[in-house]
């Protein structure tokens, strides 16, 4: 299978723990992206790269939270000290700069409960 | 700063029936428009993105169509079929950096 790629698929952790969650983009994607979701919105974007650069972050992405992606391919978001509100699913999406739109192909996500 | 939102929220509707549903967006200074599906509990399908310099575009039984100066778009699914139950996302691109989804639609076909 060559789709978006995330890990692990569901995650449990106590209030106060860290987590990271990794993403594995299309292969020859240069564009990735975090999104977070809560039951019954849509998506929120968090950040996204091109190639190994951060280029954007949104004010959702509070200084608990990192991302990266130091080779340019697959990515890593972590969260410290967790809180009850970062409970939801974060999905990441990959896409490929070019001229018909840049589509963006999502993973199946990491469900996050944190106790 | 960009919000989009879906009518309707929810949608039931028996097999076989044609239906449209709306997004509407309040910046038109979009880079594209994206529709996809969302399983439960699952991630996002691509279903259909529209350029801005496009007007419509058509897979299947799926037509998705855009206004920018209306900042509308609307997805119409034809002779639906109860696989086509899913929530149904639009979403703005804004110039390539970032998607700006609306709340959804929740589609249920009935046999």
């Known amino acids: 299978d060559t789709g978006v790629s995330q890990d692990p698929r569901h995650k449990i952790t106590k209030r106060g723990q860290n987590v990271t969650f990794r993403c594995d983009p299309i292969s020859e994607h240069n564009r990735l992206y975090w999104y977070r979701q809560t039951l019954g919105q849509g998506p929120e974007f968090l950040t996204y790269f091109q190639n190994e650069a951060q280029l954007e972050k949104s004010r959702l992405l509070s200084d608990r939270f990192s991302a990266e992606r130091p080779k340019g391919s697959f990515s890593t978001l972590e969260i410290q000290r967790t809180e009850q509100g970062d409970s939801a699913m974060y999905l990441c999406?990959?896409?490929?700069?070019?001229?018909?739109?840049?589509?963006?192909?999502f993973g199946p996500g990491t469900r996050l409960t944190v106790l | 700063k960009q919000e989009v939102t879906q009518i309707p929220a929810a949608l039931s509707v028996p097999e076989g029936e044609n239906l449209v549903l709306n997004c509407s967006f309040t910046?038109?200074?979009?880079?594209?428009l994206q529709w996809f599906r969302q399983d439960p509990g699952k991630g996002l399908t691509s279903l259909l993105l529209?350029?801005?310099?496009?007007r419509e575009q058509t897979s299947g039984r799926l037509n998705a169509s855009l206004d920018k100066s209306s900042g509308r778009s609307t997805l119409y699914i034809a002779a639906s079929q109860p696989g086509d139950s899913a929530t149904y996302l639009c979403a703005a691109d804004n110039y390539g950096q970032n998607f700006v989804f609306g709340p959804g639609t929740r589609l249920s076909v009935l046999p």
């Open positions: 910046d038109s200074a979009i880079y594209n």
């Open positions: 529209i350029q801005s310099s496009q």
């Open positions: 999406a990959s896409s490929l700069t070019s001229g018909d739109g840049d589509t963006q192909y």
